[in-house]
């Protein structure tokens, strides 16, 4: 089993100011984290995710996102080369490709990167709502990672979305 590490502060209660969430498509796992930790954390903290790889939006998202009152809005996938913005205080990778890109991107760089391994949804088969049942999953995670190792340890009161 792969240990989840914990986000590191760079003081008594800082907050990273630039959050950047990766996956390997930047398509259901980071976009959907980019969204939560938006409606989560303060609005002057930088938030962006990206994609080892190109993909394309995946419509199940938007569902479970709408479940929670929440969208993507006009989000089309990214990868890490297409980011505007490069300077990020942490970066979460959120599959193995991404965790590696991520500490290949940071290697000389005094960026924190953390690795919350998240399942891949895609590979659930079933009715509609069994494939559901695993992006609310991956959903529900990264809400309870985004509140345990961002919002309640820095003690940062949760924001009404």
Known sequence: MI????????????????????????????????VIARSMLP???????AGVRAGERDPFVDVVLDEIGLSLGRHLPQRLEELEDDYFDLIVS???????AALELTRSTAIDVVYWPMPDPTVVQGTREQILEGYRDVRDRLTGLIESQLVRRNGIAAQSA
């Open 3 to 34: 240990a989840m590490e914990t986000v590191g502060t760079t003081g008594e209660g800082a907050m990273p100011g630039a959050i950047l969430f990766i996956c390997g498509m930047n398509a259901i796992r980071s976009p959907m984290a980019e």
């Open 43 to 49: 609005s002057n903290t930088y938030i962006r995710s």
């Open 94 to 100: 959120l599959s193995p490709p991404a965790h590696h």
